[in-house]
C-alpha cells in the first residue's frame, strides 16, 4: 500500500511539474494580415499587419503603387473586396456608433486610421498603435474585415467618412499565423 501511495504521489508531482511548465510559457500574440490589391485599374498593393501589443494593436502598412501624398486608410466593416471599385467593403468600421474623425481621437469610428504618406517613388510606410482596434473583443475587432485606401486624404472631419475619394486598393484581414 504505501509503495502504491508513493509511486501516485511520484506521479502527481511530475504532473503538477509539468503543468506548471506549460503554464509559464508566454502565448505569442495574436496577429492578423490583410493583402491589399488594386481596384479597378489602380495599381496599388501592399500588406497591413495588425499585431497586439499592451496597449492596443499595432498597426504596420507597406503599400506601393500611390500617387505621391496622403491617402485615406480605414478599415471598413465588411471583409469583402471582390466589386471593382471596393463598394462591397461597407462603410467604414463603426460598431460603437460614433462620429467619423482621426486615429487620436477618442470618439470615432473604430476603423478610423488616418491617412498613409506616400513619397515620389508611391511608397507609403506606416506604423502606430491603435487604441480601439481589436483582435479578440468581439464588437471591435478587425479580423474577418476589410483595409481600404483611399485616392485622396483623409481631412479627419467630414461625415461620414472624411471626405477621401475612391477606393484604390482593398485586403481582407485574416487571423496570421502567429511565430
Known sequence: MLKASLIGLTFLSVAFAAQAQTAEKPSAPLKAIAVLHPTGSNKVSGTVTFTEVADGVQVHADLTGLTPGNHGFHVHEFGDCSAADGSSAGAHFNPTNKPHAGPDDTERHVGDMGNVEADASGKATLEYVDHQISLTNDQQSAIGRSVVVHAKPD?????????????????????????
Do not use: E, H
Open 155 to 179: 481631412d479627419l472631419k467630414t461625415q461620414p467618412s472624411g471626405d477621401s475619394g475612391a477606393r484604390i486598393a482593398c485586403g481582407v484581414i485574416g487571423r496570421a499565423k502567429n511565430q
